[in-house]
């Protein structure tokens, strides 16, 4: 059983960028393939980017695309989301998420069975 471990989050000035990170310990990340998703005050927790298990294929959700960037190293067993651009729509608690069943990533959070702890990002204007 994987577990993730998360690190990253901080409070930004709307316009900066964080780098949130991922650490997968028990298991082998390569078998993987890797999400982040966020919930922001009061809401929903929502997908924000994924990636397949090789790297080789990424997808974002339409409110980060061309901002977000997901990237992962299976020999240090590290995902990664870079974020420029913050705003404070972005403020959340960010999730990262292994799925190791489906061929392709998913969007569903009921697709994902190991969790990272939730790292705090909070964009301020």
């Known amino acids: 059983q994987v577990q993730l471990v998360q690190s990253g989050g901080e409070l930004v000035q709307a316009g900066g960028s964080l780098r949130l990170s991922c650490v997968a310990s028990?298991?082998?990340?390569?078998?993987?393939?890797m999400g982040w998703f966020r919930q922001p005050p009061g809401k929903e927790r929502e997908f924000v980017a994924g990636?397949?298990?090789?790297?080789?294929?990424?997808r974002y959700d339409d409110s980060v695309e061309g901002r977000f960037t997901i990237s992962r190293d299976n020999a240090k067993n590290t995902v990664y989301l870079q974020m420029n651009s913050l705003k404070p729509g972005d403020t959340a608690v960010y999730y990262c998420?292994?799925?190791?069943?489906?061929?392709?990533?998913?969007?569903?959070?009921?697709?994902?069975?190991?969790w990272g702890q939730g790292t705090q990002v909070t964009v301020s204007s």
């Open positions: 028990g298991g082998i990340l390569s078998w993987y393939n």
């Open positions: 998420a292994a799925d190791g069943i489906r061929s392709r990533t998913s969007i569903m959070t009921s697709d994902y069975d190991y």
């Open positions: 990636i397949s298990r090789s790297g080789g294929v990424t």
